[in-house]
């Protein structure tokens, strides 16, 4: 399942706003778990906003956030069942915009091969996810979320059998919670996507990612 993907440091809160079809260029950053990105949901007057999240669920009630590298992808067919998932899943949900993401192939139970799978053309992505805020500490706020994944498509399948769960343009505002939808319709939409990717292992680094805060 993914487990890194790349984001435009300057999409910022026009994403929130902005029409993402024809979005492209710009320096970007790469986010693995339990470091931060940008999700775009809904704030507390039903307004879209786009805040700083970090990857790797922490539900309200544990007590130590790092708990959250347990819980970086969900799993779309049980998001109303898992009782770590389903109040976040009803209440809380979100989109994470990307332009790659990464699959790991399995070679030994201790080497993975990394493949990154681009768009053609440049086209972001937005990736379902669900979130979460922990206040454990009096003086703490900690925004978390895990990324939707449903059954690999025929592409992806040849890597790993999950992949991210896409959310189309016209699905935004039910998705996000603008417009009502019961959880078998919101379920409805999660489903693998077909679209126009690249896909080829994964280049090596040539220097350190130094654009990533600490991890609380």
Sequence with gaps: MCGKFTQMMGWG???????????????????????????????????????????????????????????????????????????????????????TFNEGKEITPKKTEQYTIVPRGGKPLSIAVIWEQWTERAASRLLTFAMVTVPANKLISSITDRMPAVVQPE??????????????????????????WDMGPEKPKTKKDASQPGLF
């Design 13 to 99: 809160e026009l994403v929130a706003l902005a029409d993402l079809i024809g979005t492209q260029g710009g320096p970007s950053e790469t986010v693995t778990p339990m470091r931060f990105a940008n999700i775009i949901h809904l704030d507390d007057d039903g307004q879209r906003r786009t805040s700083r999240m970090r990857w790797g669920l922490v539900p309200p009630w544990e007590k130590d956030p790092m708990r959250g590298s347990k819980f970086i992808h969900a799993r779309a067919e049980t998001l109303d069942e898992k009782r770590t998932f389903r109040d976040s899943f009803t209440n809380r949900r979100g989109i994470l915009v990307v332009s």
């Design 171 to 196: 699905d935004w505002p039910k998705w996000l919670g603008e417009e009502p939808a019961h959880a078998e319709e919101l379920k409805a939409m999660l489903v693998p996507f077909d679209g126009e």
